[in-house]
């Protein structure tokens, strides 16, 4: 008998605040730091041991992941995810799946049931929100078979024209 489909689902909060999730998924800088957006957000609710936990793990290069403990955070762990700079790391579409890929694979190494990811490289890193939904949900679709201790999976976004955004893509392609 085969596994129900995992839950994908797609909402606007905080992504230092998904209390029902095992593991969130930070939007790096190489240097795994503190910064703006997710990253600032996630450091500042985990408290400065996750800055100590990532140094040794850092650089890291556009597409990798890696895990730490969530520390302060209402999680498990953090998977800390590079995407690319669009427009300067290529091929940026192959670089932001394999970002999406390599943190589910960790879900899975891990056993981590419940991940919420935020929308990796369309900050600062200036990815075009339709096309880096759209490689988002098409490259978590396309991994899940392969990591079935993930049963959930949440994109936690900043507004709600991008859990719209989101939303569109994953009805557009579940239907097809």
């Known amino acids: 008998m085969q596994a129900p489909d995992p839950l994908i689902e797609c909402t606007q909060g905080d992504i230092a605040r998904q209390d029902d999730m095992e593991a969130v998924v930070n939007a790096a800088n190489a240097a795994l730091r503190s910064g703006g957006g997710v990253a600032g957000?996630?450091?500042?609710?985990?408290?400065?041991?996750?800055?100590?936990?990532?140094r040794p793990l850092a650089p890291i290069q556009p597409g990798q992941a890696v895990i730490t403990e969530a520390f302060a955070l209402p999680n498990h762990y953090v998977i800390h995810c590079l995407g690319p700079v669009y427009g300067i790391d290529e091929p940026s579409d192959t670089l932001l799946a394999d970002?999406?890929?390599?943190?589910?694979?960790?879900?899975?190494?891990?056993?981590?049931?419940?991940?919420?990811?935020?929308?990796?490289?369309?900050?600062?890193?200036?990815?075009?929100?339709?096309?880096?939904?759209?490689?988002?949900?098409?490259?978590?679709?396309?991994?899940?078979?392969?990591?079935?201790?993930?049963?959930?999976?949440?994109?936690?976004l900043f507004d709600n024209a991008s859990r719209?955004?989101?939303?569109?893509?994953?009805?557009?392609?579940?239907?097809?």
Not at 115 to 143: H, N, Q
Not at 149 to 155: E, G, H, Q
Not at 165 to 176: A, E, F, I
């Open 41 to 54: 957000a996630l450091h500042r609710a985990a408290g400065p041991a996750l800055a100590e936990a990532c």
């Open 164 to 176: 719209a955004l989101h939303q569109q893509w994953l009805d557009t392609l579940v239907s097809n």
């Open 99 to 156: 970002a999406y890929r390599n943190a589910l694979h960790l879900a899975q190494q891990y056993d981590i049931g419940r991940l919420a990811f935020p929308a990796l490289s369309t900050g600062a890193f200036g990815y075009p929100a339709s096309e880096a939904a759209r490689i988002a949900l098409s490259t978590v679709l396309a991994t899940l078979p392969d990591c079935p201790a993930v049963r959930r999976v949440r994109f936690v």
